[in-house]
């Protein structure tokens, strides 16, 4: 397809036919920005407008209201439910505009909605919650009148204490049009190829079985769209995903759930997972209950038993034996670049060292705040560090060792927008990979039942046949898309202020940021 | 092949309405009546429980608040009259260190057993005071180990209460054993005695019960040695000095004593050790001012055999305007213990602040052999902390009615769950045995230490 970048002319020579391209018709997906609201009734919104039994129904705040949030359809007597989503709340106070002060018998009230109180913690707040959505419904920035806090969440450390130090004045002005947003994911000089993706995040791995077919189609074709990656998880390859396979990273962990020759030898990127953020040193865990027929099949095992992907990889227990895994996959899919996902214990740097020694491509780092699926909470909670100072480590230690070249370096775990992907780059990382935000883009309100009963009540993250009908493939593609797109815009405008020009630019920057907790003084020190 | 440490548990639902975090407000006077209600949409069917529950309504008092908080029926309530509330019940529960999100993991790991799973990833603060300024290690490809999750069953959670050799020793061809008497417990766990602020003497059969079932100890107070009977083996008396003298075959069926510090403690275990040389003696310091440089003081003696640092509920010393957390506290003692030489011939144990599985796990890596705990298990028995355990005056949680069947099941539910929760850290760091965790703090990473290697050089100084 024209937008992948992925260069195989020049190794027909060398490659076995079978893993020089994909064997199934590549699916193109357009990245056209197309509104895509709530699939609710009721878009929760920060601010709520009470209609007293004062109303005379004149439908004065009709007129008055250029957002649309007042609705009397022709004909009817009585206003249907407002669209509080499109009101701009305490912002519209001091506008002319404003329909409580215009109601003329005072029917109308403004007030917080109460919800804002429930939805939300202290990591994803409920403006932020919010503004995604609102990025996922329009494909843009949320406009500042709405009010939204969403830059950073509440929870006093890590990418929620650090800023940007933004130049007043920048020597040369840098154009949103001059943004070089792509990175490649393979920097270590090899045979294979050269992969770019246009964006620098990709999205991370969600099984079969953990998510619906359509929270996994929908992320396979907004990676399509935006030619970056959408990972399988390992819950093995399904079928539908063959029309994207060129934007699939198939992922291998140690239940080898579905993994097959034929299924590693489909994908670009190959990634192990040795250990994932959400529970590091305890491995995977599907719910008996999620374990349908579909499931069961797709992973070859029983219907309706726990499966396990026990901790760790016992044929891995050194560096020479992760080499060994790393060379099998080369050996079969000659073309595949290879990612190691590894979680961030107190000696994270020795692992990435070891990792790029092994000869993977990728060092894919998932801090222990990460995860999207069902999780003990002593593991969420307290194994494994927070990828904030595993990035800034690993990319120190990686630049010691002179090996920060040639290799990637990818972070997870608790990246939430644009202004998490930048800090994180800023830190060291090359890019970001994302999960909760997606889920959060397809209406996930964090609930944290995925794993309870039917599974997600959303219809997101459950294999249940009638909850997955919630939500259709377009319209969850849609959403991501969008997203995405506001996403690459802010990203684009954070690097505009900054005076760079490309993703790289900012990588290790870490003298562009400060830590509200910290003097900040070290450059004038030093 | 030794035998397994493996607690029965079977779900004990509670006695009390539960008190959930979320309930649907609900605006009724303006409905349409829709044929399609979003209600009976539910996932998880709460409303029609909700209807079934205020039917059955035996305490006025108490509503429905079971909702999972899903939002699916306040966003598609065709007239919008539904509302998601945080209900004031569930955040009145507890104080700022027994958070109502404790009470409830714990209300839940007492009913079921379970450990407690959820998803959407971690939702709490980046770091906090006390346990939560550390995280606990794993290992991963660079230091392996196949004590995951499927190597549990290897996974030693037993500790050796008492003196330890500080080197191997023979005696002929034959390895010496320790230098004085060692209680093994199968997980590094004593169930404390209770502030009478937090409970009511009835319960002590349940502790002692509790105790026996789940292969621990229970610390009771001297004066209820007449009722032990044959619990004997799993109770610790604690020995005030003008509490009644225990007969001596009394004495001769328990393992392990405790004694209140004072200036008399050493004559006092030299009298015991005298007649019952069988017995492990504790020594329970209290950490008030100077609290901690006593305890140092004490595990230096050659007659002290372990040391039962006690801080206050929340963890903190007692009494000081600047109090320090137990955490840091124990890894004082610790560290000051190694340096003196002395660590293997003190047992160290900690109480104070022990609220979940994590604090047992990060009380050991500070240093800590075991911990004690009770606050926990009055939770478990449904108590709300309301700070009003006297005689006539209401209880919410009626523990004044508990039978056995559910108070000594929903008790060693929770220790199960604890267990497991240990367990599954151990698995994560690599760690065969709960007695090589003690004081590896290379298994944990602490917030001032990490920010000062990363953002510390990035960034100048904390403020």
């Avoid at chain 2, 979320?22 to 069917?45: L, Q």
Wanted: proline share 6%; glycine share 8%; with cysteine.
């Amino acid at each position: 397809m024209a937008n992948c970048s992925v260069q195989e002319n020049n190794l027909k020579d060398v490659l076995p036919e079978n893993t020089l391209k994909t064997r199934v018709p590549q699916t193109q997906v357009s990245r056209d920005i197309r509104p895509a609201p709530s699939r609710y009734r009721n878009e929760i919104s920060k601010t709520i407008i009470r209609r007293s039994h004062d109303c005379t129904k004149c439908g004065r705040c009709v007129e008055v209201c250029p957002h649309g949030v007042h609705v009397k359809k022709p004909g009817y007597k009585y206003f249907a439910e407002p669209c509080l989503d499109l009101c701009i709340g305490t912002a519209c106070e001091t506008t002319d505009h404003f329909c409580v002060a215009h109601c003329p018998q005072k029917a109308l009230r403004l007030v917080e909605n109460p919800a804002m109180k429930v939805l939300g913690d202290c990591r994803w707040t409920a403006d932020m919650m919010l503004a995604t959505w609102k990025m996922a419904e329009t494909g843009d920035i949320p406009p500042a009148e709405y009010g939204y806090e969403y830059e950073c969440g509440n929870s006093g450390g890590g990418f929620d204490r650090l800023r940007f130090k933004y130049p007043d004045k920048l020597a040369v002005a840098v154009r949103p049009e001059d943004v070089d947003t792509s990175i490649e994911l393979n920097r270590t000089g090899d045979s294979r190829p050269q992969v770019k993706i246009d964006v620098p995040w990709y999205g991370g791995g969600m099984s079969f079985g953990s998510v619906s077919n359509v929270t996994q189609l929908s992320k396979a074709r907004v990676a399509v769209a935006w030619n970056t990656f959408t990972c399988s998880g390992e819950g093995g390859y399904m079928e539908r995903l063959r029309p994207y396979d060129d934007h699939v990273i198939t992922q291998i962990a140690t239940g080898l759930f579905g993994v097959r020759e034929e299924t590693i030898q489909r994908v670009p990127i190959v990634e192990f997972k040795y250990a994932q953020g959400a529970k590091p040193g305890l491995g995977g865990h599907l719910l008996g209950e999620k374990n349908t027929v579909s499931v069961a099949k797709m992973r070859e095992a029983m219907l309706g038993i726990s499966l396990f992907s026990p901790f760790p990889f016992h044929s891995v227990y050194s560096i020479e034996d992760h080499m060994k895994h790393i060379d099998w996959i080369k050996h079969i899919n000659r073309r595949a670049l290879v990612s190691s996902k590894v979680s961030t214990p107190t000696d994270v740097d020795m692992v990435a060292i070891g990792s790029y020694a092994a000869g993977t491509h990728i060092v894919h780092l998932d801090g222990g705040y990460g995860g999207t699926g069902a999780a003990p909470d002593i593991a969420k909670k307290n194994i494994a560090m927070p990828i904030e100072y595993a990035i800034a480590k690993v990319h120190g230690f990686l630049k010691a060792e002179g090996a920060r070249d040639d290799v990637t370096l990818i972070a997870s775990g608790g990246i939430r927008n644009a202004h998490d992907i930048a800090k994180a780059i800023a830190l060291g990382a090359d890019g970001v990979v994302i999960g909760t935000s997606e889920l959060i883009a397809l209406g996930c309100v964090r609930c944290t039942r995925c794993s309870a009963g039917r599974g997600c009540p959303r219809g997101i993250a459950t294999t249940d046949p009638t909850l997955q009908t919630q939500m259709d493939i377009e319209w969850g593609t849609q959403r991501l898309i969008n997203l995405y797109n506001a996403w690459r815009k802010e990203f684009i405008q954070i690097l505009c202020r900054l005076g760079l020009r490309s993703v790289g630019e900012l990588c290790g920057r870490t003298d562009l940021l400060m830590h509200l907790d910290y003097t900040n003084d070290l450059e004038h020190k030093s | 092949m030794p035998e397994k440490y493996h607690i029965q548990t079977k779900p004990i639902p509670p006695r009390r309405p539960r008190i959930g975090k979320y309930g649907i407000v609900d605006w009724r006077e303006d409905c349409c009546r829709c044929h399609n209600c979003v209600k009976k949409a539910c996932v998880y069917d709460r409303h029609r429980e909700e209807a079934g529950y205020i039917h059955d309504m035996k305490d006025v008092d108490a509503l429905f608040f079971d909702c999972m908080g899903c939002f699916s029926c306040v966003q598609n309530c065709t007239k919008a009259l539904l509302s998601l509330e945080v209900n004031p019940i569930y955040e009145a529960l507890g104080n700022s260190y027994w958070t109502p999100d404790i009470i409830q993991t714990t209300w839940m790991q007492a009913e079921t057993a379970k450990i407690p799973v959820s998803g959407a990833g971690y939702r709490g603060p980046f770091s906090g005071p006390g346990f939560d300024s550390m995280w606990t290690d794993m290992s991963e490809i660079v230091r392996p180990t196949r004590d995951g999750i499927h190597g549990r069953e290897y996974i030693s959670t037993s500790v050796d209460l008492g003196r330890k050799r500080p080197f191997l020793a023979f005696e002929g061809q034959a390895l010496m054993d320790s230098d004085g008497p060692l209680v093994s417990l199968p997980m590094p766990l004593i169930i404390d005695m209770a502030s009478p602020d937090h409970t009511l003497p009835e319960l002590d059969p349940l502790f002692r019960e509790t105790a026996a079932r789940t292969g621990l100890i229970a610390i009771m107070d001297s004066c209820a040695w007449p009722f032990a009977e044959t619990y004997l083996p799993h109770v610790a008396f604690h020995l005030h000095p003008d509490g009644p003298e225990l007969p001596r075959d009394v004495l001769n069926q328990t393992r392990l004593i405790e004694l209140p510090d004072g200036p008399d403690v050493l004559k006092r275990i030299a009298a015991i050790k005298k007649d019952c040389p069988h017995l492990v003696v504790s020594i329970k310091v209290m950490l008030g001012a100077g609290g901690s440089q006593r305890a140092i003081e004490l595990a230096n003696l050659p007659a002290i055999e372990m040391l039962h640092i006690a801080a206050d509920p929340n963890g903190n010393e007692i009494g000081v305007s600047q109090p320090r957390f137990i955490k840091d506290i124990l890894r004082e003692t610790h560290v000051a213990l190694i340096e003196s030489g002395t660590r293997d011939q003190v047992t160290l144990m900690s109480s104070g602040g022990i609220a979940l599985a994590e604090h047992m796990a990060k009380a050991i890596i500070c240093g800590a052999d075991l911990v004690a705990m009770s606050l926990p298990l009055m939770i478990a028995l449904e108590c709300q902390l309301c700070h009003s355990c006297e005689p006539g005056m209401h209880c919410p949680a009626q523990l004044e009615s508990i039978n056995t069947a559910y108070g000594v099941g929903r008790m060693t539910n929770l220790v199960s769950a604890w267990h497991d929760q240990l367990v599954e850290v151990m698995g994560a760091m690599g760690m065969r045995e709960a007695r090589r965790l003690r004081g590896d703090v290379g298994r944990g990473m602490f917030f001032k230490e990490l920010e000062e290697d990363t953002f510390g050089k990035l960034f100048g100084t904390r403020k």
